[in-house]
């Protein structure tokens, strides 16, 4: 008899473990897909934000003085400078292919910075100057 409690002392203890393993798989197995998704999402995350900085475009200077946004024949020459300067900020340079030129004109880049940098201004004259001007042509009128 006490050789076969032996064997049930002995027994017990593997039983234990075998019904250990699962749950221990189990937690490994939730463990490891935890990691994984952490991976996927910093992969994900990490080229959206490099993609946003190149987005964004080159800061440019356009130099103005307060008669600029109340004459109007002086708005329409700002509003030249503000739309090269919104193409120059959006990667517009010279020895482009012309190809490659209308799109940076057609570009959304340019169209927004354009707009936003007209609403910047706060200037009611500035702004009704730039509703008149057809963005996918381009300014209609030339710098003296």
């Not at 049930?8 to 473990?17: D, K, V």
């Not at 100057?129 to 300014?139: E, R």
Request: aromatic share 4%.
């Amino acid at each position: 008899m006490s050789q076969s409690v032996m064997e049930i002392a002995c027994l017990r203890p593997e039983a234990r473990i075998s019904t250990l393993i699962p749950e221990i798989a189990k937690a490994v197995g939730v463990l490891c897909v935890i990691f994984v998704g952490l991976l996927l999402l910093m992969a994900i995350h990490g080229p959206a934000s490099a993609q946003d900085i190149e987005d964004r475009p080159d800061q440019v200077s356009v130099s103005y003085i307060r008669q600029d946004l109340s004459d109007p024949i002086r708005a329409r020459r700002l509003l030249v400078r503000v739309d090269r300067a919104a193409l120059k900020a959006c990667g517009a340079m010279d020895g482009l292919s012309i190809p490659t030129q209308e799109l940076i004109i057609r570009s959304d880049c340019h169209h927004e910075t354009f707009n936003r940098t007209v609403k910047a201004f706060h200037s009611p004259t500035l702004t009704h100057l730039a509703d008149a001007i057809d963005l996918w042509v381009g300014p209609t009128t030339q710098e003296p």
